[in-house]
């Protein structure tokens, strides 16, 4: 009897690694239809734990689409960039989370091609809730680019495989300073069975 429970525990851990080291489907839903991105938790586990417990634990709750960076809108930056912002915004006085180590794109292998999927962050090592998604290649946003004067680029860890006509869609929204006019409401974030 004690040998079957070891056996089964094995086989159950085993199944909980090979789960995990599967990659992710989650979809994100707004207003203007559903966006799904693959998160590549083989490449970037610290990052896509940390996404999952985020979605898992309902904190994303509220969360929203509230910033477009496109060429015409950031006049003082000298690299210039292409994304769109989501999560719980600026507002949010205290993430429900700690901040996680910083995965780059060094490590991860994962670039900022169009369509993938990375975490905003201040310092390496602050990223919590926010996240943001690349139109058009973005290197300048890997390990070595520039948009950080750190150098260690941001931490990338999905892509998006159905809904970029919406992530652009949302680009193209009435912005004042970076910031949408009208915020997109994110109902839900949810893993995809």
């Known amino acids: 009897m004690k040998r079957k429970f070891v056996l089964l525990v094995s086989i159950l851990f085993l199944l909980a690694v090979v789960a995990k080291s599967q990659n992710i489907k989650v979809k994100f839903e707004t207003e203007f239809g559903s ?7 083989d490449k970037a586990p610290v990052t896509c734990a940390n996404f999952i417990k985020y979605i898992e634990n309902n904190k994303f709750e509220g969360a929203n689409f509230y910033r477009v960076v496109r060429m015409n809108n950031q006049p003082n930056s000298e690299i210039k960039i292409e994304v769109i912002q989501g999560g719980l ?26 369509g993938v999927l990375s975490m905003a962050r201040a310092e390496p090592g602050s990223a919590t809730s926010e996240f943001f998604i690349c139109i058009s290649d973005q290197p300048e946003l890997d390990f070595g680019g520039k948009r950080n004067s750190d150098g260690l680029g941001f931490a990338a860890f999905g892509k998006v495989v159905d ?26 974030i949810e893993i995809v069975k």
């Open 35 to 41: 966006i799904i991105a693959e998160l590549y938790f």
């Open 89 to 114: 915004g600026f507002d949010v006085e205290e993430s429900p989370y700690p901040a996680i180590s910083h995965e780059t794109t060094k490590e991860t292998g994962v670039l900022h091609k169009d």
């Open 163 to 188: 809904g970029m006509d919406l992530v652009r869609k949302i680009q193209n929204l009435s912005d004042e300073g970076q910031m949408l006019k009208e915020i997109v409401k994110i109902s839900s």
